[in-house]
């Protein structure tokens, strides 16, 4: 393969964030209809009725002079205890996550574009066909215990995914594409053919297909820590306590210690490889929706990184924090179930005559409901009519002449009537094609004072149009075990309402593949097979050919609804004022080694 074709990934220009913000600022047409009515569940609006993630900077204005050292709380907004799988590799939950970033973080950084760069921990060269990848960590690169990170410790976490006995859900096309590892994961090779050790600190990586997403994140980056977990059982290693109560990472701060689901204290490492954190430590504890404001203006915490946008209204004023702001890598949805996790060929055993298979259902149920009002009502046009799965967040590829099925409960009955959804006995509800009862079980994540209210109002809309639905509230780490994220798929979930917050790479495959344990709704779909591998081909480093390819898949998701999005998210970050060198968002160059404080105590709102 020519080098020109990797000419756009490895000398991007700068996006203007102008444009950025333009592709994702909310639609005018729907804040117009809107109005000022009230919805049920909804609150009085203010400020005119509507927010807007431009009126926001993603980056923190400094005041004052940093002192040398000092603390700062981190406020991990939940309405749950975090689980506490403080590993890269075996996590699932977004709470994690928050943790993780203090403490560990990928061998490569990305740029504002999502693409790899050689800034970070390690750099790479590319060969010529565009299929080997060769990496060097540098010498400076070491665990939290002084050993060095090691390529033995980058091969260690692939031959970990791997693994037949591996329980986490990172193993899927990323992988796959890797030279030998299906041999390796079923067991006819001891080794990974297409990964080789060429020194301490170097590592070559050989993939089938040469792809774009190589350079936007389908490279695992996260090295396992070999020297600590090499005699363990893979089966064991997600619940030992070299995860659960003493992680290790190689980041700017490390644990010293836990309180499980509450509370992580964590110390500078002064051998950081980008220098010494600015920081003495930092403390990160849970505090739920109901109490964050209280925390927030008292001082209890500096920041949050995901503050509930509901609440931004009635505080947008709160004297003592500067908002930071940016478009979410993220998106809500509705989910239907549509088959189970097949465990031993690791994928989707997909059930075309499942109770949500019927395809003019799923496409009723979207039409019901009206998420332009949702987002307007609920949280101030903080998040939006959501319309694809691509999100607005990657500009290149959401298709935002795509309009989604828009809301409108007379095309959802002529649907549900067309396809047999018939009221037979005249109860309000509709029974199914063969005329028997049909009882739709929606199962929805507690949380905050919106969570609730929101989901109630998705059953009323389902009503509105005849269905009968069940809504059951569930707690956060419940709710992901029910939707299957063990493998395990609770039979009485038909619909559910989740999140998910996408990669830094465009390439869908790792939530809708059918080899992907992410895939909940467990839906298959030959076209969609076809779609998301031509998205990964050599043929798609051509941008034109690659934004089509997206725009069709973005318009099969819309026809086929195995899952619809519900909202695209702003994400607020309340920040107090002595803290100084902060950011939010992909590509700013500010990294949490830089954080500083200007004062020894956080302000406290007046």
């Given at each position: ?6 000419s756009r990934y490895l000398a991007l220009p700068m996006l203007s964030f102008v444009m950025v913000l333009a592709a994702c600022s909310g639609d005018d047409t729907s804040k117009e209809e809107g109005g000022e009515k009230e919805a049920d569940g909804g609150q009085d609006l203010k400020n005119g009725g509507m927010y807007s993630i431009e009126d926001f900077d993603n980056v923190k204005t400094n005041e004052g002079e940093a002192i040398d050292g000092g603390t700062v709380t981190f406020g991990l907004v939940s309405d749950t205890v975090f ?524």
């Amino acid at each position: 393969m020519a080098k020109n074709k990797w000419s756009r990934y490895l000398a991007l220009p700068m996006l203007s964030f102008v444009m950025v913000l333009a592709a994702c600022s909310g639609d005018d047409t729907s804040k117009e209809e809107g109005g000022e009515k009230e919805a049920d569940g909804g609150q009085d609006l203010k400020n005119g009725g509507m927010y807007s993630i431009e009126d926001f900077d993603n980056v923190k204005t400094n005041e004052g002079e940093a002192i040398d050292g000092g603390t700062v709380t981190f406020g991990l907004v939940s309405d749950t205890v975090f689980e506490g799988t403080l590993n890269w590799n075996f996590y699932s939950g977004a709470p994690d996550a928050e943790i993780l970033n203090w403490f560990d973080e990928g061998l490569l950084t990305w740029d504002e574009n999502y693409v790899y760069t050689n800034d970070g921990a390690a750099t790479y060269e590319v060969s010529e066909d565009g299929r080997t990848f060769t990496f060097k960590i540098g010498d400076n690169v070491n665990w939290h215990d002084g050993e060095p990170v090691t390529a033995e410790d980058w091969l260690f976490a692939h031959e970990v995914i791997g693994n037949p006995d591996y329980d986490g859900p990172r193993y899927n096309t990323d992988f796959t594409n890797i030279e030998g590892m299906e041999e390796y994961n079923s067991g006819k090779a001891d080794t990974i053919s297409g990964i080789e050790v060429i020194d301490e600190k170097t590592l070559s990586i050989t993939y089938i297909e040469s792809t774009p997403s190589l350079l936007t994140g389908s490279i695992w980056t996260y090295p396992l820590a070999k020297h600590i977990f090499g005699d363990m059982a893979v089966a064991d290693i997600s619940s030992s306590p070299e995860v659960r109560e003493k992680p290790i990472g190689f980041g700017p701060f490390k644990v010293d210690s836990i309180v499980p689901g509450e509370s992580v204290t964590l110390s500078k490492n002064e051998d950081y490889w980008r220098g010494e954190p600015k920081l003495d430590g930092v403390t990160i504890k849970v505090i739920s929706s109901s109490t964050v404001v209280q925390e927030l203006e008292t001082g209890g915490v500096d920041l949050v990184s995901d503050f509930p946008v509901d609440q931004f209204p009635d505080n947008a004023e709160m004297s003592n924090v500067e908002y930071l702001g940016t478009i979410d890598r993220a998106y809500t949805y509705i989910g239907f179930k549509q088959g189970t996790w097949d465990a031993e060929n690791n994928r989707v055993a997909y059930d075309p005559e499942s109770k949500m298979g019927d395809v003019e259902l799923r496409q009723a149920m979207w039409h019901a409901v009206d998420n332009a009002a949702v987002g307007e009502k609920f949280y101030n046009g903080l998040r939006w009519n959501a319309t694809t799965l691509i999100p607005p967040s990657h500009p290149e590829f959401h298709d935002e002449n795509n309009k989604g099925r828009e809301y409108d409960p007379e095309v959802a009955k002529q649907l549900l009537e067309e396809a047999g959804y018939v009221d037979t006995d005249d109860d309000g509800f509709r029974e199914d094609p063969e005329g028997n009862p049909l009882e739709i079980n929606f199962v929805s994540m507690t949380g905050g004072d919106t969570a609730e209210p929101l989901a109630q109002y998705y059953v009323q809309s389902w009503e509105a149009v005849g269905l009968n639905v069940n809504l059951e509230m569930v707690e956060f780490n419940s709710f992901y075990d029910r939707v299957g994220n063990g493998g395990e798929d609770d039979p009485s979930v038909d619909v559910y309402q989740a999140a998910w917050g996408v990669g830094i790479d465009v390439d869908p495959s790792g939530l809708y593949g059918a080899d992907t344990l992410y895939n909940f709704g467990r839906w298959e779909n030959e076209e969609n097979d076809r779609l998301l591998a031509e998205g990964r081909s050599e043929k798609a480093f051509d941008l034109a050919y690659r934004q089509e390819v997206y725009n069709e898949w973005q318009q099969l998701m819309v026809d086929e609804v195995p899952v619809f999005p519900t909202l695209y998210r702003a994400l607020l970050a309340p920040v107090n004022k002595r803290v100084m060198n902060y950011a939010i968002g992909d590509g700013t160059g500010v990294y949490l080694s830089d954080l500083a404080v200007n004062a020894e105590s956080a302000e406290v709102a007046e």
